[in-house]
C-alpha cells in the first residue's frame, strides 16, 4: 500500500509505502478524545513504512500510564496523525489525514466495543470485539 497525506493546514506531510498490518475502527475511550467522539479509523502499519516527507510534528505522551502511546501531531492546526505504540515497532496512522481516504477501503474489525457510545456506528459485516481480535 503506497499513500501520502499530512495535515489539515498543510504544514506536515507524510508518505507510507508498506503492507498495513491492521486495519479498523476503534472505540476505545482515548480514541474517542483524539477524534472528537467519534470512533477513530486507523491503518497500523510498520514504522519502516512510515516517514515524514515536510515538516517537524510535535509529540504527547502521558506519563502517568504504564505503556503510554505517543501522539504525533501538527504544531500549527493540531492535526492528529498517527500514534506510535509502546515497543516503536509499529504506528498508527489516522485514516482523515489520508490525501485519498478511499484507499482506506473501510475497517478489518471494529475494536473496543465495550467502551462504544450508544451513537457509534459499524457498518454491516465488521467483526466486532469488545477489546482485541484473538491473535
Not at 510534528?57 to 506519563?63: D, E, G, H, L
Not at 502511546?69 to 509499529?90: E, N, S, V
Not at 473496543?112 to 457509534?120: I, S
Request: charged share 15%; aromatic share 10%.
Amino acid at each position: 500500500m503506497k499513500f501520502q497525506g499530512g495535515c489539515y493546514c498543510g504544514a506536515i506531510r507524510y508518505a507510507v509505502d508498506g503492507e498495513p498490518l491492521f486495519q479498523a475502527q476503534c472505540q476505545c475511550r482515548p480514541c474517542q478524545y483524539v477524534s472528537g467522539g467519534g470512533p477513530n479509523f486507523f491503518i497500523m502499519m510498520p514504522v519502516g513504512a512510515f516517514s515524514y516527507t515536510q515538516g517537524t510534528v510535535s509529540q504527547f505522551t502521558r506519563p502517568d500510564l504504564d505503556a503510554p502511546r505517543t501522539r504525533d501531531f501538527c504544531p500549527t492546526c493540531g492535526t492528529h496523525l498517527t500514534t506510535r505504540q509502546p515497543g516503536g515497532q509499529t504506528l498508527v496512522v489516522k485514516v482523515g489525514t489520508m490525501d485519498d481516504p478511499t484507499l482506506y477501503g473501510g475497517p478489518s474489525a471494529a475494536i473496543h466495543m465495550a467502551e462504544a457510545q450508544p451513537f457509534h456506528c459499524v457498518a454491516k459485516g465488521v467483526p466486532q470485539y469488545d477489546r482485541l481480535p484473538p491473535r
